[in-house]
């Protein structure tokens, strides 16, 4: 097999005005213009989307689930951070 | 953590229907599974689309043929959904092309039986995207996440082929008596080869025990396709025609139909490759790819030309 495998390009699709863009997979492209051709014709063959973002996967950088705890944890116990957290006087109908 | 913590932290949290994504640790018999099946799934997708597209120029009207385009178009989609699924695996799309094309991995036994009527789309839609279905429902809860996510999508657009299928089955039968005995003979051919897509039975499916333990299945080979039978019996009756069966009789125990022994010899022949289609089949991929050999590379040059030209842009 000779090595000329396309880079792979992850997907992003708006799927109406409004909503923000959402990653729905992956797929391969020899550059940037085929990418997002493919990608209308893997992912929105039902009008899935109005808009559609394609980038390199390689450029992508993910955090590690390794380090889960130490990234996600502190935000665990602050939860001042939430309106429920605050007792209001029953008085008191919308706040 | 040791490997041990490891692994109870995993099954702890497929059992708490927890999805696993790719960057989590999983016991390396766990990725080697899924890409097997998922690999294989893809695969399927692909192949599947021979006999479909072989009616393509021969469909009856326009319609027919703008909705048997959009399937096997839809079918070209389900096998990329999958492979990029594999992908995150750590399997490269390359290597599980070559492994299709060695043997070394397999497909649906079902695609390596001959298409040879216009009746046969319609047998095709309605039973065998039928009882592809009825796994891929079950397969959209998945431990795994990006399975999981390609199969949610698949299964959207998977009852429109079933529809579609049963539609042409059902004008056939509305038709003339040849053209009802055209739907009863593609019923007689596809009923069997249907049930045995839902692979051993379970006391002969030895892997079935640890994939439901890792919640890549969800229900025994067995319990799918009988859930089939249950669901198909019907359709046949309102068609008019006669499922190729004198043993199938509704069982008011079990609640279900009683159906024959599936002819396991047959099943495992296909299997080993002796089936009507499987050389057939496998050319076609392998010409495919050999014939498109130089469009892969063109198109590679051709991106790398442009990035050269902007790159010398941008310096000048």
């Known amino acids: ?95 | 953590m040791k490997e041990l913590d490891f692994e109870t932290d995993f099954q702890n949290k497929i059992d708490s229907e927890i999805k696993i994504e790719p960057k989590d640790w999983m016991p390396e018999s766990y990725r080697k599974t899924l890409i097997r099946q998922i690999s294989q799934h893809a695969h399927s997708e692909i192949v599947g689309m021979l006999p479909e597209g072989n009616w393509i120029t021969r469909a009856p009207s326009l319609k027919r043929k703008a909705i048997l385009l959009a399937k096997v178009q839809d079918e070209a989609g389900h096998g990329l959904y999958l492979y990029s699924a594999a992908e995150t695996l750590g399997i490269s799309r390359d290597q599980m092309v070559s492994d299709l094309h060695s043997g070394k991995a397999k497909y649906s036994s079902i695609f390596n039986y001959p298409a040879t009527s216009w009746a046969d789309m319609g047998a095709v839609g309605w039973l065998v995207d039928g009882a592809a279905i009825m796994n891929q429902v079950a397969l959209c809860r998945a431990s795994y996440g990006p399975y999981a996510r390609a199969m949610v999508r698949i299964c959207k657009e998977e009852s429109f082929h079933q529809r579609q299928g049963y539609d042409i089955m059902m004008k056939l039968c509305a038709g003339t008596a040849e053209q009802k005995q055209m739907a009863q003979d593609a019923l007689n051919r596809w009923w069997w080869p249907s049930l045995m897509m839902f692979g051993p039975n379970d006391e002969n499916s030895p892997n079935s025990a640890q994939s439901m333990k890792w919640r890549i299945k969800r229900f025994s080979n067995d319990d799918l396709r009988q859930k089939f039978v249950d669901a198909t019996v019907e359709q046949a009756e309102i068609l008019g025609i006669k499922i190729p069966d004198d043993n199938l009789k509704w069982n008011e125990t079990k609640k279900g139909y009683d159906f024959s022994e599936i002819d396991w010899t047959e099943f495992n022949q296909v299997v080993a490759g002796n089936g009507p289609c499987n050389k057939q089949r496998l050319k076609a991929r392998v010409d495919a790819w050999d014939k498109g050999a130089w469009v892969r590379e063109a198109a590679l040059a051709y991106a790398e030309k442009k990035a050269v030209a902007i790159k010398e842009k941008a310096v000048a």
Do not use: C
């Open chain 1, 1 to 95: 097999m000779n090595n000329t495998e396309w880079p792979l390009w992850e997907v992003f699709i708006r799927s109406r005005q409004g909503l923000n863009h959402k990653h729905v997979g992956s797929l391969h492209a020899a550059d940037q213009d085929m990418a997002i051709e493919n990608a209308r014709d893997v992912y929105t063959r039902r009008q899935e989307g109005v808009s559609i973002w394609v980038v390199e996967s390689k450029h992508i950088v993910a955090s590690d689930p390794a380090q889960g705890d130490s990234l996600f944890e502190p935000a665990a116990n602050k939860i001042y951070r939430h309106p429920t957290f605050y007792q209001l006087p029953d008085a008191i109908k919308h706040m």
